[in-house]
């Protein structure tokens, strides 16, 4: 069986690792033919194109990775299948999961290694990428357009120990709306906390509407005074609109431990809707390197059906093809309904493997 399992093995991974390249192949080339355009007239340099689509590489490994665990899987047990190899391995007295045994193992290998590029590469990566794309490619493109769109959720650590949340900020018209300002002290203490409906740019500084200002006691944070409530008010605040789009967090660019200090920073600040988002972003790195195992589970079964064979190897990379696509559509869903605050963060990135994961066992189940 060691010999087979080797062979098995050797197949999934030649394929996996063949379905990865084609992959990168075909996002750069989408992406070059979609960015053609501003690259000549930015004028940018081959060596700076060369750096940014390089950049890409550990994003779309990690994006890519299940539905190339999964094709790879399916392609080498359909082709086994096709030559009688699982009817002679199931009359010798495999079952299901000693059959398996080669692919389960290569899915968590890959679950591994995701969750480790992930974590090492993916932050620095994107950081790079997201620089050259803002300096060289959407500011000029903003610049001879004259727009730049509205961003959700802005979040940042500004000037006067200040913590801003945002829930939308429209650079264009410079306004924001669902606005929430902490003020700390030395030893990041909320000492003020400022809730507006609504802030424009007036020129000199931000007005804002439906103004309410609580100030605190730093020491046992209690409401320190009287509740201030203003129908109009422009507030001493220095960061410029400019200054506001410069702040823009990439979440993408953080790690788990990262990630995590970064909500402890704003965990007292009230903003229930950034802060639910930051935390589904949060469990989603953890859950979604389980992809790779989870839709292989679900998988397997298909590919080991000893009915009717004929074409089953290509009809195997429509199947890979349409369990990889449910599985992102009903991970984006779980992800929305998370952001959006109808299930717990926690639920909602793992809505799609837990999912998977029991329809994988149902399939098992009734299959074999």
């Known amino acids: 069986m060691r010999i087979l399992e080797k062979y098995m093995t050797r197949s999934i991974a030649g394929i996996f690792l063949s ?3 084609v992959f990168c192949f075909l996002y750069i080339l989408i992406d070059l033919a979609t960015h053609l355009d501003d690259f000549i007239a930015n ?56 059959i398996t045994r080669p692919a389960i ?67 264009s018209a410079k306004s924001m709306q669902g606005v929430t300002i902490i003020a700390q002290d030395e030893r990041q203490r909320m000492t003020e906390k400022i809730v507006a409906l609504k802030g424009e740019w007036a020129g000199s500084g931000w007005k804002f509407f439906n103004c309410q200002i609580t100030q605190y006691d730093p020491v046992d944070q209690t409401i320190a005074g009287d509740v201030q409530f203003f ?16 702040q823009r967090t990439n979440i993408s660019a953080m790690n788990i431990r990262q990630l995590q200090e970064y909500i402890g920073k704003f965990k007292s600040s009230g903003a229930v809707a950034a802060l639910n988002s930051l935390k589904v972003d949060l469990h989603q ?22 009915g009717k064979r004929k074409g089953l190897t290509f009809a195997s990379v429509g199947i890979a093809l349409m369990i990889g696509f449910l599985f992102y559509v009903v991970n984006a869903v779980g992800l929305a309904l998370g952001k959006g605050g109808a299930l717990p963060p926690i639920a909602s990135a793992w809505f799609a493997p837990f999912l998977f994961l029991a329809a994988g066992i149902l399939i098992v189940r009734r299959l074999f």
């Open 231 to 246: 129908k109009e008010k422009i507030l001493d605040i220095k960061e410029t609109p400019e200054d506001l789009l410069k």
């Open 105 to 171: 193992f290569f899915g968590l290998m890959v679950t591994a290694l995701v969750f480790m590029v992930n974590e090492r590469f993916v932050p620095q990566s994107s950081m790079i990428s997201q620089e050259i794309k803002k300096e060289k490619i959407e500011v000029k493109a903003a610049e001879r357009d004259g727009k730049t769109p509205p961003v959700k959720y802005l979040f940042f650590y500004g000037l006067q120990n200040r913590l801003f949340f945002i829930d939308v900020y429209n650079p």
């Open 285 to 306: 790195k953890i859950a979604y390197p389980f992809a790779c195992i989870v839709i292989i589970f679900v998988g397997l079964p298909f590919a080991l059906v000893t």
């Open 19 to 21: 379905t990865i390249l």
């Open 43 to 98: 004028k940018v340099g081959w060596d700076i194109v060369l750096n940014y689509y390089m950049s890409f590489f550990p994003v779309i490994f990690v994006q890519t990775s299940p539905i190339a665990c999964l094709l790879a899987t399916l392609f080498t047990y359909s082709t086994l299948n096709n030559n009688n190899e699982i009817i002679a391995l199931r009359a010798s007295g495999f079952n299901f999961w000693r």
